[in-house]
T-cell receptor, first 113, second 116 residues
Framework: GQNIDQPTEMTATEGAIVQINCTYQ??????LFWYQQHAGEAPTFLSYNVLDGLEEKGRFSSFLSRSKGYSYLLLKELQMKDSASYLC??????????????FGTGTQLKVEL | GAVVSQHPSWVICKSGTSVKIECRSLDFQATTMFWYRQFPKQSLMLMATSNEGSKATYEQGVEKDKFLINHASLTLSTLTVTSAHPEDSSFYIC????????????FGPGTRLTVT
């Protein structure tokens, strides 16, 4: 099976930078995804990492270290609308035809003035 | 592109009745669709993986006779909650992957089911 750990909640200030960490354990790693989910809505895709390193997309960046089983999502220039739950999900090549995602419990981010 | 729709967006039903939820990929063909359930303030839990033209693969602890999944075409999968009970009240979300693709899943907007 897979173990995915994220902090339950975080608070940050508008305009600041916040880093959300995710650690995982899986036997057949085949990619890590970050999703944003606002309350009562479906998750929306933010980023995908399968190789080590940093992927940057506008205000959002995601980093992966496969040897450490570690990823983080970096949000810059925080806005109030970034208040949401951020889900880390790992894909395992050994399960579900190689396309099954296992989600962490999510990190509830609150952006304050 | 890669839009997934769900219908209905919300439904209220009486205990003991059945409810069908549809998941459609609108602008792409989805070989595989996934059904998730999410309880309040919890993460998504995969219920089953649905492949077009074959039987769904259910996760451990999910009753296949209670949650009937049909994936009759490359653009449509349905989840039927049979003999619903109040504990089945939840947010049901489907997702779809591009045929042969190995990247992200595209999620539908979800269906809020309330069983009274």
């Amino acid at each position: 099976g897979q173990n995915i750990d994220q902090p339950t909640e975080m608070t940050a200030t508008e305009g600041a930078i916040v880093q959300i960490n995710c650690t995982y354990q899986t036997s057949g790693f085949n990619g890590l995804f970050w999703y944003q989910q606002h309350a009562g809505e479906a998750p929306t895709f933010l980023s995908y990492n399968v190789l080590d390193g940093l992927e940057e997309k506008g205000r959002f960046s995601s980093f992966l270290s496969r040897s450490k089983g570690y990823s983080y999502l970096l949000l810059k220039e925080l806005q109030m609308k970034d208040s949401a739950s951020y889900l880390c999900a790992v894909r395992d090549i050994l399960t579900g035809g190689g396309n099954k995602l296992t989600f962490g419990t999510g990190t509830q981010l609150k952006v304050e003035l | 592109g890669a839009v997934v729709s769900q219908h209905p967006s919300w439904v209220i039903c009486k205990s003991g009745t059945s409810v069908k939820i549809e998941c459609r990929s609108l602008d792409f063909q989805a070989t595989t669709m996934f059904w998730y359930r999410q309880f309040p303030k919890q993460s998504l839990m995969l219920m089953a993986t649905s492949n077009e033209g074959s039987k769904a693969t259910y996760e451990q602890g999910v009753e296949k006779d209670k949650f009937l999944i049909n994936h009759a075409s490359l653009t449509l999968s349905t989840l039927t909650v049979t003999s619903a009970h109040p504990e089945d009240s939840s947010f049901y979300i489907c997702s779809a992957s591009l045929a042969g693709g190995a990247h992200e899943q595209y999620f539908g907007p979800g269906t809020r089911l309330t069983v009274t």
